[in-house]
């Protein structure tokens, strides 16, 4: 049996929520998602901010001259692109 469509992913074959009756049992019964995070985003790319080094303390003589000093912060970049499909923009 042939099947003919002109749209070039299956959303001309399977309603829009048909996604949702698949992953919402399969999240529903994962430990992982259960205690998992999920960020929504409009953009291919996430940024998470990591502390590399500790901002430090120490006692100081009263009156003494106070030198601070800053945490260090990097990025992790996460990319959404995905390969042959559509991407998800929801991170868990």
């Not at 002109?6 to 999240?27: E, I, S, Y």
């Not at 009156?63 to 923009?89: K, T, Y």
């Amino acid at each position: 049996m042939a099947m003919y469509t002109t749209t070039n992913d299956v959303g001309g074959l399977l309603p829009d929520d048909f996604g949702a009756l698949v992953v919402q049992p399969a999240l529903a019964l994962s430990v992982f998602a259960q205690i998992a995070t999920t960020v929504s985003t409009g953009s291919t790319h996430y940024r998470i901010p990591i502390v590399t080094a500790d901002p430090t303390a120490s006692w100081v003589a009263e009156g003494a001259e106070l030198s601070p000093v800053d945490g260090v912060l990097q990025e992790i970049v996460v990319s959404l692109a995905c390969e042959g499909g559509r991407p998800d923009r929801d991170i868990a």
